[in-house]
């Protein structure tokens, strides 16, 4: 029984550090910067060292204008771009490379 509520108190003790850490405020000045020169509720966008793109609103805090995310984070390094090929009839499509002419 010891055993079980010191595993649960070492568990609970530990979730309760990620939620603290995660309102540990901005560790770059980006979301201010993207609204140097805009106005409230303007619209807003940066990108940060990691390639995550966040676009939103110019909001007041502390005084200063700071973007905030409004919608989903764009993981720009995670993106696919995809081309359009066009098949000539008799040409061969396949996602199987070794199905490919060489």
């Known amino acids: 029984m010891k055993i079980l509520?010191?595993?649960?108190?070492?568990?609970?003790?530990?979730?309760?550090?990620?939620?603290?850490?995660?309102?540990?405020?901005?560790?770059?000045?980006?979301?201010?910067q993207a609204c140097e020169e805009a106005e409230k509720d303007d619209t807003c966008e940066y990108t940060n060292s990691h390639n995550d793109r966040y676009i939103g609103n110019c909001k007041v805090f502390s005084g200063a204008l700071m973007c905030v995310r409004n919608k989903p984070i764009v993981h720009l390094e995670k993106l696919t771009l995809f081309t359009t090929v066009e098949l000539q009839p008799g040409e061969l499509q396949t996602n199987d490379p070794s199905k490919l002419d060489k």
Do not use: F, Q, R, Y
């Open 5 to 32: 509520k010191s595993v649960t108190i070492a568990l609970s003790l530990g979730l309760l550090s990620l939620s603290v850490s995660a309102h540990n405020g901005h560790g770059d000045e980006l979301p201010w």
